[in-house]
């Protein structure tokens, strides 16, 4: 088998964009991730490079966002002063106005079209964009601290080249945009494992979300009480996800991997750790399939250096040590950092909320067997065009 060929999309310039000191979403992290990656040697590896990037241009953008809201997010861009529109979400708490805006998002975009292009024009296995995952934007209305939808844009392109592809998210939320923008389509598959929206951000991705006309059974919603833990992720990942993306056999899987399920982050409540992270990391690779990786969310630092230094290994099929390399530890103890492991202990939460956890997503399972898979197991890649 020829070795696998890997891209590492990255620009120092997310470096001068801030959504404000006090907010959550802290572009910084790229720098660390990328700290850690280095300090593990996963950065000059045989089979990867790192490219650069340039912003999304306009007719990608309108593929999936409307004129209007495009021009205001560059007129806030531009602006000096703080500027607000909530008709297109723009200057509350999540998603500030600040200077500079629109370049941000649009670089980001870019990134996961580079990362798309790789794979598609280059014959690069698996692309990975850091700066991905914004996957609340909606057509016309910034949302969850995203402007632009990276992810819709890109796989907008490849579905106009001819391509079949599943968009699987693992985020802690429910990437509400990327389905909105899909939510009509049998081209794209659309998988989203999240807390569940009865009292969490954004409120949506309910079983019942199957999709309409040609999309209908095409859209999967796999919510997840508080207090899911490693054992629940991955049987809800084995029981429902990893099935439905076998069978689709798309042309190419498109993953959303942010980092804010694990039990440590402060903006959520479900309970993974490195131990289910890493094995779904390990099960997309062997699929074998073509592979664009998206960041996304992750509100500890180093859950989610942690988190994507594992994904960027397995993606280039290297084993690293358990602990953290000295010279990223003495990188972090100045900042008041005090780990040391790299890897987690597979956690089980408290049997109570177990209990209620597993009840949830046993029940969830059912209804999405009953639903979806007696209809689209025995037709994915048959009624598609494939």
Known sequence: ???????????????????????????QRYRVVRDLMESYGLLKLPGMEIRGCGPIDDELALSFHTPEYLARLKEFSTSDEPRADFRFGLGDADCPVFKGLYDCAALGAGATFEAARLVEEEGFDIAFNLAGGWHHAHRAKASGFSYVNDAVLAINWLVARGRRVVYLDIDAHHGDGVQEGFYDSDRVLTISLHESGIYFFPGTGFENETGTGRGRGYSVNVPLLAHTDDALYMKAFDEVAY???????PDVIVTQIGADAFRTDPLTQLEITTHSYG?????????????????????????????WTIAWAVMNGVELNPRLPAAFVRKIEPLGYPHRALLD??????????NLALDAVEKSIARIRAAIFPGIIGTYGKTSGK
């Open 243 to 249: 099935p439905l993306m076998a069978a689709y056999d």
């Open 1 to 27: 088998m020829s070795a696998t060929r890997t891209a590492l999309i990255y620009s120092p310039l997310f470096g001068n964009f801030s959504y404000g000191d006090d907010h959550p979403f802290k572009l």
């Open 279 to 307: 094995y779904i990391m390990r099960k997309l690779k062997a699929l074998r399939i073509p592979w664009v990786a998206l960041g996304g969310g992750g509100y500890d630092l180093m859950n989610t250096a942690r988190a």
């Open 345 to 354: 202990a597979m956690h089980w939460s408290e049997e109570y909320e177990r």
